[in-house]
């Protein structure tokens, strides 16, 4: 399934000088995995406490999605080329991830056209979204990435909504409908991502 994971080689190869250089330099994967999710949640309290009355911040949203993501690829590859991997990194490479995407799309709960209840079902598909992938290994399969709409298709979204906001001053009512439809494609990634899994684990 189309996900936007799939361009996530190129984007490393880019990154690989700056990683070798922040691996001779004594950075470690874990610390970079941290720093990215206090640095989203920061940003996440931020818009949640001055966005709605200065739309205009959440210009901030894309620009640090795409540093973000940057640096999700940076820990992956200190981690798996410059020998850091470990059962802590693991640990804190999935539940960063999900701590961080919460944060930065709460403040969406604030904004209309959206409400609680259309952001936080977002939130909750997208943690089952990244326990599904996460599971594989459980059942002796690779971690799956299957999208659509997973965790580099939702920083799109959002960052795209933030751009729009920051903008235009506010969203119109039919953007209500993004949402809805964002829920959908996630379940159908929950789908997927268990449907692969278990095809992995069964092949003999």
């Not at 996900?3 to 004594?26: E, I, N, V």
């Not at 894309?62 to 999700?72: G, S, V």
């Not at 804190?92 to 959206?114: C, G």
Request: charged residues 10%.
């Amino acid at each position: 399934m189309t996900t936007l994971y799939r361009l996530k080689p190129h984007f490393q190869s880019l990154l690989r000088p700056l990683a070798r250089s922040l691996a001779a330099s004594g950075a470690t994967a874990n610390g970079v995995t941290v720093t990215a999710m206090l640095l989203s949640v920061v940003l996440g309290v931020v818009l949640f406490d001055f966005g709605s009355r200065q739309p205009a911040l959440f210009l901030l949203l894309p620009l640090w999605l795409l540093l973000r993501m940057a640096m999700n690829a940076i820990d992956g590859m200190l981690a798996r080329e410059f020998g850091q991997q470990s059962a802590l990194g693991a640990y804190l490479n999935e539940l960063s991830d999900v701590v961080a995407d919460a944060a930065l799309a709460l403040p969406f709960a604030l904004i209309a056209p959206f409400g609680w209840a259309s952001v936080g079902s977002l939130i909750f598909l997208a943690a089952l979204s990244e326990m599904a992938g996460a599971l594989g290994p459980m059942v002796g399969a690779p971690r799956q990435y299957d999208g659509p709409m997973g965790k580099s298709d939702r920083a799109l979204l959002f960052g795209a909504l933030g751009f729009w906001l920051a903008v235009a001053g506010g969203l119109p009512e039919s953007a209500f409908w993004l949402l809805p439809v964002a829920d959908a494609a996630i379940a159908v990634n929950i789908r997927n991502r268990i449907r692969s899994g278990l095809a992995a684990a069964n092949k003999p």
